[in-house]
């Protein structure tokens, strides 16, 4: 009914941030409890996933959002 609603073409990569964006908040919940636990393997584990599943979203998701600039002018 409204003449400037657009369909979502990116809802593949969207679903895929979605994805990464779970594990991502696992892995940051997961990092305290290993610690506490000194299980020092895991933690190592743990890191490797977040610094991963946050370069992913850097690129595929951050680096992609509109700047301010363009989401004042598109109102």
Do not use: H, K, P, T
């Given at each position: 009914q409204d003449p400037?609603?657009?369909t979502n073409k990116e809802f593949k990569r969207d679903?895929?941030?979605v994805?990464?964006?779970?594990?991502?908040q696992t892995a940051l919940v997961l990092l305290p409890i290993?610690?506490?636990?000194m299980?020092?393997?895991?933690?190592?584990?743990?890191v490797g996933v977040i610094?991963?599943?946050?370069s992913i979203l850097k690129v595929n998701w951050?680096?992609?959002l509109p700047l301010h600039n363009e989401?004042?002018?598109k109102s």
């Open positions: 400037n609603f657009q679903m895929f941030n994805a990464v964006g779970v594990v991502w290993y610690i506490v636990l299980d020092f393997m895991a933690v190592g584990v743990v610094v991963l599943a946050s951050y680096d992609r989401v004042e002018s």
